[in-house]
């Protein structure tokens, strides 16, 4: 090569590794940094996510957010992805038991330090502390919660058979059903999504016993999974499945809300975001009732399902100060003000005062639910939203329930026996 | 120059040729032999490149999916084959008459292939809903007695994706058969005409055996739509009701990520690959004696 | 005579019919606000026309933060869609031509490996292709989504390609050969001119193939670098919330639209291409 080619290539090169150093250089200068991973993209939990965004970037912060549209699955693959090529971000969606499987295999921040400082563990149910100490310190900062063991019942379809309050016990639950179906009334209007099949065993299970719940679901003791109270469990479920839509097949319980609108269906066993599906199909809180499904000790129970954010350690400065700078405002009241506010969840903290009017008498009662429940040892996680179980041991699970709901040819005995045996498979 | 240039000339289509190919073939090779290490390993949420031996493969055959799978897979995989291979040749032999319109015709039929399997999958789960979709219109428009609740069946669900599948690939059965059809030999036409037979004999006796090539085609890349099917069913029928219509592929999916097994997801895609294996074989020993008797008879 | 003529009308007529009936849904739906599609059911028929939702598809649409509407994402899978398509494409000829014109050792052998990529599924490749692009440093860009998509399209390529240029008298390959053209003369100048049907038949099929591909292009780009089936999605699958059916279907049309198109353009060329392509 040429003297002069060699010098106008040597020129170029040092000109472009300036270039690539300098916005570094500017970066590593500026503010604090987070690349954020979730599956919101869309709907209420898009637009919290946003307005989340927004705050951080208020408080000086420079916001990445990659939503990765699709199931939870889908997160999970650029999750693993991004780590497998050593790009993990700095935080990323992730809630129940894969929080302790996840920072297994990729180094976690240890966020001791900021939740002190806000005096946070004092204010969060400890079934869900256990979830985001799971090696003795904080990694991970719960977001917003859901109680899944609400009931939902239609308007019209209770003044067709003259039902006026929400059933306390599974008893009246059963008695409202019949009176429902006598009626022509599809009483369950719940959906026929796997989750969802398993959703109603385990609001069964939780109403029936939520101290036999927290043994079987949570703690897969052997004696309670074979127990009475799980078999009553399996029998209310028959009981529910037998009055479900033969054509929900398995569409989304949102496909049947204007059946379940214009009365045609009765009660819905859903979680607490069903208010904002509703409110976005156009219908208002006097078109339905909601609150706590059966309890059949009286006392609430909650079944938690929280979203959480995970935070991973990063070398590089400007992401260690955004983390910290996140992790500030998640665990601020107005933030949890703000978020539940967009997505009709609850509040993590139990020591917030809902009696703002961007909350509804729904969301009110749930949150004082939680705290009351907490007391009383019956806050239990859920199965079927990923929290009691690893994935692994939740879809073996979920796999005998849903077959259970669907095939009505299998008794309560042997779904049970069934489970029992899907879970001793996957200990 | 001329030296170097001559050798430039010879060692370019070399390097043309052999370097995709080696890319190609490292994809095929590599790749599947990757998957076959991984099912050997107690991979979870990432590759973990211990060893467990066949402990994967076994845990997967004891599952109920898996051995609902493999049922529906041989069932699946025949009557997609079938249906959508009799579409495909109806279709061509309809549009073989020399329709007008013809050019519309055969886009409408080849169109579904262009659109989002995901998208697909959901609508036809409505259609096929029996509160929904045809059902509920027929009822509605007075045959109150029809029954189409074949999604909603445990036995029948699977015979929903067979006819979701089949309307998506008919289409380019029917391409395929079309073109063999117009390229007949004319003068077998005219031979088949003089003998005065009529127009289902001669299709039956004369056209459909010589364009026996194309059916081999058509069951090739009908088969390989078959083996890869996910997305339709998961759209259909998400593997309901239930688990009654899961299918290998979703296995795989369900084991590797969703409940971050790599090591039983790869077990289970082996399997598949093996199943797999199982049909082309005979295939190409099939091709392999009729290239030898050819050969002989030539 | 005239009553078969008649009856194969019917009969067709039926069958456009049901094959357009899932594309009706779409259409009528995309009409349709969604919250008046959960007030009236989800298959029905407009009770009041609304064309907001391709505006809103178009331009309004919010994936998360992003509310660039499903435009931005059109332009993302044209850049990975093109190349890709283009490029498998083309080595999809050289390498068919060279199996089956130029003839080498092992050619056979090659075809069959080469062809028995088509089968591995999606799933099993997607951990493998992250460990690869990582290793290349092409993690989490358009370039590592076209990479892919070349290298799983050379499988399909190589296999029309071939099939098709097994046609070709080899003759006219060996006249040209003793005139002292070398291999890539007689491609340009001999086997190109003769590819055209095949060339669009590979072009339709990778096209379509790319463009509607879900699992990699949600996996290796990440935000506003999403191809448009990310978009479509988004807007269908939720756990919890419901999905945007009005929207949604609004979406899909309009990102069907270039692949319809290009079906149109090539469709009789198709035809021609399958003719040669898969007899063999």
């Known amino acids: 090569m040429t003297p002069i080619r060699r010098r106008s290539l040597l020129a170029a090169s040092g000109t472009a590794l300036l270039s690539q150093a300098a916005p570094r250089l500017a970066r590593a200068e500026g503010k604090p940094r987070v690349t954020v991973i979730t599956q919101w993209s869309a709907g209420s939990d898009g637009a919290a996510i946003t307005a989340l965004g927004d705050l951080f970037t208020k408080a000086g912060g420079d916001w990445q957010h990659n939503p990765v549209p699709g199931f939870t699955t889908d997160m999970m693959n650029k999750l693993r992805a991004q780590i497998l090529s050593g790009d993990p971000p700095a935080v990323s969606q992730l809630k129940g038991p894969e929080i302790a499987a996840w920072s297994k295999i990729a180094p976690t921040v240890n966020l001791d330090a900021d939740v002190a400082a806000a005096g946070y563990e004092k204010v969060v149910a400890p079934e869900l502390i256990k979830l985001h100490k799971p090696f003795g310190h904080w990694i991970s900062l719960p977001l917003q919660v859901y109680r899944i063991n609400s009931i939902w019942i239609s308007r019209k379809a209770a003044d067709k058979v003259g039902v006026t309050a929400l059933p306390k016990t599974w008893a009246e639950y059963n008695a409202i059903g019949e009176k429902m179906a006598k009626a022509g009334i599809q009483p369950v209007a719940n959906g026929g999504t796997k989750w969802d099949n398993g959703m109603i065993w385990e609001i069964a299970l939780s109403g029936i016993s939520p101290a036999a719940y927290r043994k079987a679901v949570m703690e897969l003791d052997a004696a309670t999974l074979r127990g009475p109270e799980v078999l009553a469990a399996f029998e209310q479920t028959r009981k529910m499945s037998l009055w479900m839509d033969p054509n929900t097949a398995s569409q989304h319980y949102s496909t049947f809300i204007p059946k379940f609108m214009k009365g045609d269906a009765g009660m819905l066993l859903m979680g607490g975001w069903v208010q904002g599906v509703y409110k976005k199909a156009g219908y208002q809180y006097s078109d339905y009732m909601t609150g706590p499904a059966p309890q059949d000790n009286g006392r609430p129970a909650f079944d938690l399902n929280a979203d959480a954010f995970i935070f991973w350690q990063r070398k590089e400065p400007e992401f260690t100060a955004g983390q910290h700078l996140l992790a500030k405002l998640v665990m601020e009241k107005d933030t949890q003000k703000m978020y539940s506010g967009i997505t009709g969840s609850l509040p993590v903290r139990t020591d917030m005062d809902l009696s703002d009017p961007a909350f509804s008498d729904a969301q009110r009662e749930a949150s004082a639910s ?17 929290m009691a179980q690893p994935n692994q041991i939740t879809a073996a699970m979920i796999d005998v329930l849903t077959e259970f709901v669907t095939d009505h040819s299998i008794t309560p005995q042997k779904g049970q026996a069934r489970l029992a045996e899907a879970v001793d498979n996957v200990r | 120059m001329t030296g170097v240039r001559r050798r430039l000339d010879a060692a370019l289509p070399l390097l043309a040729i052999w370097v995709p190919v ?55 995989g025949f009557c997609f084959l079938l249906l959508t291979t009799a579409l495909g040749l109806s279709l061509a032999v309809l549009i073989d008459q020399k329709l007008r319109g013809e050019n519309v015709f055969r886009t409408i039929f080849l169109y579904p292939l262009a659109v989002s399997f995901v998208v697909t999958g959901v609508v036809w789960g409505w259609l096929l809903n029996p509160g929904i979709g045809i059902q509920k219109l027929v009822v509605g428009l007075g045959w109150t007695d029809f029954r189409f609740d074949w999604l909603v069946d ?21 391409a395929l058969f079309l073109a063999g059809l117009r390229s007949v030999d004319a003068d077998l036409m005219k031979a088949a005409q003089i003998d005065g037979a009529g127009p289902l004999r001669t299709y039956r006796r004369v056209i459909l055996p010589s364009i026996w090539p194309i059916f081999i085609a058509v069951f090739v890349i009908l088969l390989q739509f078959a083996i890869k099917t996910f997305d339709l069913a998961m759209a259909l029928t998400g593997g309901g009701p239930g688990i009654a219509t899961v299918l290998p592929s979703i296995v795989v999916y369900d084991f590797m990520f969703q409940r971050g097994l790599l090591g039983r997801g790869s077990a289970a895609a082996v399997l598949l690959l093996l199943m797999l294996l199982a049909v082309l074989l005979p295939y190409a020993v099939f091709r392999r004696w009729q290239h030898v008797r050819n050969a002989r008879n030539a | 005579m005239r009553s078969t003529r008649i009856a194969v009308y019917l009969l067709v007529t039926v069958l456009t019919a049901i094959y357009l009936l899932p594309l009706l849904v779409v259409a009528l739906n995309s009409l349709r606000t969604t919250q008046e599609i959960f007030a009236n059911g989800m298959i029905g028929l407009p009770r009041a026309l609304s064309f907001g939702n391709f505006a809103d598809a178009w331009s309004g649409l919010c994936i998360a933060e992003h509310c660039t509407g499903i435009r931005s994402y059109m332009l993302n899978s044209f850049l990975m869609t093109l190349p890709a398509t283009i490029l498998s494409t083309f080595f999809g000829a050289l390498l068919g031509y060279a199996i089956s014109l130029w003839r080498f050792r092992g050619d056979l052998w090659v075809f069959g490996l080469i062809t028995l990529g088509v089968f591995l599924p999606e799933q099993m490749k997607l951990v493998p292709w992250v460990l690869v692009l990582r290793d290349l440093g092409l993690y989490n860009s358009v370039g590592g989504l076209i990479l892919i998509h070349v290298v799983q399209g050379i499988s399909f390529t190589t296999l029309f390609c071939r099939n098709y240029y097994i046609g070709i008298p080899p003759e006219l390959v060996k006249a040209a050969r003793i005139d002292g053209a070398g291999f890539f003369r007689i491609f340009w100048r001999i086997v190109l001119p003769l590819s055209p049907p095949i060339l669009i038949v590979t072009i339709i099929w990778q ?74």
């Open chain 1, 370 to 386: 939680l705290g009351a429940a907490v007391k009383d040892d019956q806050a239990v996680l859920s199965l079927a939203h990923n």
């Open chain 2, 22 to 76: 080696l890319i190609s073939i490292v994809y095929v090779v590599g790749f599947t032999l990757y998957t076959v290490w991984i099912s050997f390993t107690p991979s979870t949420l990432l590759p973990d490149y211990g060893w467990v031996g066949l402990r994967n493969y076994s845990a997967i055959l004891a599952t109920r999916n898996w051995q609902i799978a493999a049922n529906n897979m041989a069932i699946y």
């Open chain 2, 154 to 174: 445990r036995d029948r669900a699977l015979y929903c994706i067979v006819l979701a599948g089949a309307w998506q690939a008919s289409g380019f059965a029917m």
């Open chain 3, 207 to 280: 096209f379509t193939g790319i463009w509607n591909e879900y699992l990699y292009g949600v996996t290796f780009a990440s935000g506003e670098h999403q191809p448009v089936t990310a978009a479509l999605i988004a807007l269908a699958v939720t756990v919890s919330e419901a999905p945007q059916y009005g929207v949604q279907s609004a979406a899909v049309l309009i990102a069907a639209a270039p692949t319809l198109f290009v079906y149109l353009l090539g469709g009789k060329y198709f035809m021609r291409g399958l003719t040669a392509g898969a007899v063999k």
